[in-house]
């Protein structure tokens, strides 16, 4: 298993009065009988993807959690945060 931490710049959420960039734990771990990498935020329900190797599955995971946050705010619903 391993864990990564993302740190999207380009999105900040209001928190206590302080505007705090949005940083996520994603777990890769590999599937040895698919032979890809799957990745996961755990803080995130159901944001999972996966790539044919390392690199792809953290690039593929940055990309859904962008779309899940995106669409959590179209939807005006709260953006979960990880804890300090």
């Known amino acids: 298993m391993i864990l990564c931490q993302l740190l999207i710049n380009d999105k900040y959420i209001k ?3 302080m ?3 949005l940083k996520y734990r994603i777990v ?4 040895p009988e698919e032979g890809v990498y799957i990745a996961s ?3 995130l329900p159901g ?3 996966f790539g ?3 690199r792809e599955a953290f690039e593929m995971a940055e990309e ?3 779309v899940y ?3 959590l705010l179209d939807l005006g619903k709260r953006v979960p945060v990880e804890d300090a």
């Open 52 to 54: 044919k190797d390392i």
């Open 15 to 17: 928190n206590d009065q």
């Open 47 to 49: 944001c999972d993807t």
């Open 64 to 66: 859904a959690v962008e």
């Open 41 to 43: 935020v755990p803080k």
């Open 28 to 31: 890769i771990e590999k599937d």
């Open 19 to 21: 505007m705090m960039p």
């Open 69 to 71: 946050i995106e669409t």
